[in-house]
């Protein structure tokens, strides 16, 4: 006579606990590029702040706009108090770099800010119009963006991320 089998057997059990551990190591990964994408959200939504920070900047002082043209603006902080008399272009170029360098928010004595290694360009494309970029050091390979703001200056230039606005001056033509 067989008796007949109650409960599991430990290949039952072991089979169990190798889907589960497949299952949990999904789960596991998909956390950490959801984590990936957050910074980089969080990044180019700083990045477009500093953008439309500088453009209103521009379009504010539109009698020396054409002072604003600048290229790798963030590369170090700097002390903008000796610009605060007389506000100008040099007091916002200024204040943008420390905004690029992250001076905004400070932990443990370092400025965090902003992105990973933030640059500012501001080019003029023609008499009236500029192009204002912000550039950062992206945490995963993508494509080589078109502007050239900080080109070569993150290794491979498909770790690099750029944002830009347009900003034009309008002229007033005395018909």
Do not use: H
Not at 80 to 90: E, M, N
Not at 115 to 139: E, H, K, N, Y
Not at 158 to 170: D, F, H, I, K, M
């Amino acid at each position: 006579m067989r008796k007949e089998q109650s409960g599991f057997t430990m290949i039952e059990v072991l089979v169990t606990i190798a889907i589960l551990v497949v299952g949990l190591l999904g789960l596991a990964a998909m956390q950490t590029l959801s984590t990936l994408a957050e910074l980089e959200s969080y990044q180019r939504s700083q990045a477009l702040v500093l953008v439309r920070d500088m453009a209103d900047r521009m379009s504010a002082n539109k009698t020396q706009i054409t002072s604003y043209v600048s290229t790798n603006v963030g590369l170090a902080p700097m002390d903008c108090s000796g610009y605060v008399a007389t506000p100008s272009f040099k007091l916002d170029l200024c204040e943008w770099n420390n905004q690029l360098n992250g001076a905004a928010e400070v932990t443990g004595g370092k400025n965090v800010g902003a992105m990973i290694g933030a640059r500012g360009c501001i080019v003029r494309l023609d008499p009236v119009t500029f192009l204002v970029t912000v550039s950062w050091q992206g945490l995963s390979r993508a494509g080589i963006p078109k502007e050239a703001c900080g080109a070569g200056a993150y290794g491979d230039d498909e770790n690099r991320r750029t944002v830009s606005t347009v900003v034009r001056l309008a002229l007033l033509d005395a018909a």
